[in-house]
């Protein structure tokens, strides 16, 4: 089978670009003629998928207004990189490639759209996300966002089945466009991510530093876990990046934090396997896939009790759901974890055995597969 998939860009780490990757390598080795159009590509992020073929546009990213200047431009390219493509199904993904997919639709309505949707269009139904957006983007988001309601919800109308990567997303699906869907859990490559380090005093959480990821109610907690002589490891990169830095030396906990910045692939699965709990504190994410990398890597994680993220881990199993709103919940869970050292292996063991049985590539990209063929 022809599969072509539509994500904008592979610029930097992230759980929706990771989905695309490692499902189109997997349905390539399985068989399957996989083709993933996007506006760019990191070199270090897709070197290592090489059953994949790749197709660039180019073109201004979605965070930009010259972006939407120029997106009839954008569509042009779309259109002529895959003018003589042999195509039996469209896989469209996030915001904004899942249009490129459903204006493709509508010019080839013969071609089966599949759309996976990771979430309702964040950019255009979350209010949180679009809030935490840098101006003059946020101005214009805000400005446009009822008529964006409306272009969005016809276009996704082109799509002729819908995917999605939890049930939370599925909920919000029906409720956001009133279609059904099926879910699919993303998974994680366990060959990668396992128990292979010693446990050290540390915590560790990872995720594109913007305001929705709420990584300011981690560094709260650190306040009160002063006198445990705990480090916290953050790794990533976004835009508020600078004040988390500034909060952790106002709230006087700035020897306590180290601020890692973008880490590579290749390290990940060490600061995993170290630390005694991965804290996930982002509220209604719609998956997450840190969690299930940690709880693949042999480490417990505490995780806000909203969002998907309550369908991979179990609480008081592989690690704890709690409201990352009430700090002294969260405290209490981290100090369990840190000064339990029993508790800390049990969950461990629950944690890798739990991924290697629900939670892997491997078994998603067979689901997506076995999918396509009930077209």
């Known amino acids: 089978m022809n599969i072509l998939y539509f994500h904008p860009h592979f610029t930097y780490p992230g759980g929706a670009g990771k989905f695309?990757?490692?499902t189109g390598e997997r349905l390539a080795k399985m068989g399957?003629?996989?083709?993933?159009?996007?506006?760019?590509?990191?070199?270090?992020?897709?070197?290592?998928?090489?059953?994949?073929?790749?197709?660039f546009i180019g073109g201004p990213l979605p965070n930009t207004i010259?972006?939407?200047?120029?997106?009839p431009l954008l569509m042009k390219r779309v259109f002529e990189a895959t003018k003589y493509m042999d195509i039996d199904v469209i896989f469209p993904q996030v915001f904004p490639a899942n249009y490129w997919g459903f204006l493709f639709k509508k010019k080839y309505s013969g071609i089966p759209c599949v759309w996976f949707c990771h979430e309702p269009s964040a950019f255009v139904h979350n209010y949180e996300v679009i809030y935490g957006l840098n101006e003059p983007m946020k101005t214009l988001a805000l400005v446009s966002n009822p008529i964006m309601k409306q272009i969005d919800k016809f276009l996704m109308n082109s799509s002729d089945k819908i995917l999605t990567n939890s049930l939370f997303s599925s909920h919000n699906i029906k409720?956001?466009?009133n279609r059904d869907s099926i879910v699919i859990y993303p998974g994680v490559d366990i060959s990668k991510f396992k128990p292979v380090e010693r446990k050290e005093n540390y915590i560790f959480s990872i995720g594109r530093?913007?305001?929705f990821k709420r990584m300011d109610l981690l560094l709260k907690s650190m306040v009160h876990l002063k006198d445990k002589n705990l480090h916290l490891y953050i790794g990533g990169d976004g835009e508020e990046k600078n004040n988390l830095i500034l909060m952790s030396k106002?709230?006087?906990?700035?020897?306590?934090?180290?601020?890692?910045?973008?880490?590579?692939?290749?390290?990940?699965?060490?600061?995993?396997?170290?630390?005694?709990?991965?804290?996930?504190?982002?509220?209604?994410?719609?998956?997450?896939?840190?969690?299930?990398?940690?709880?693949?890597?042999?480490?417990?994680?505490?995780?806000?009790?909203?969002?998907?993220?309550?369908?991979?881990?179990?609480?008081?199993?592989?690690?704890?759901?709690?409201?990352?709103?009430?700090?002294?919940?969260l405290v209490l869970k981290i100090n369990d974890l840190i000064t339990n050292p029993d508790l800390c292996s049990q969950m461990s063991n629950n944690s890798r055995a739990h991924i290697e049985k629900n939670f892997t590539w491997d078994i998603t990209a067979k689901k997506i597969h076995e999918f396509f063929y009930s077209l």
């Open 250 to 329: 106002e709230l006087g906990i700035s020897d306590s934090v180290t601020f890692l910045g973008k880490i590579p692939e290749s390290q990940l699965n060490s600061y995993y396997s170290k630390a005694k709990a991965v804290i996930f504190p982002t509220i209604g994410e719609p998956f997450g896939i840190v969690p299930i990398e940690a709880m693949a890597s042999g480490t417990p994680v505490i995780a806000g009790i909203c969002g998907g993220v309550v369908e991979s881990v179990k609480d008081g199993v592989t690690g704890y759901l709690v409201d990352p709103t009430d700090t002294e919940s």
């Open 20 to 22: 695309v990757l490692e």
């Open 175 to 177: 409720r956001v466009y």
């Open 66 to 71: 010259s972006h939407w200047v120029q997106f």
């Open 209 to 211: 530093l913007t305001k």
């Open 32 to 55: 399957h003629n996989v083709t993933i159009l996007a506006q760019s590509g990191d070199p270090e992020i897709i070197k290592n998928y090489s059953s994949i073929k790749f197709k």
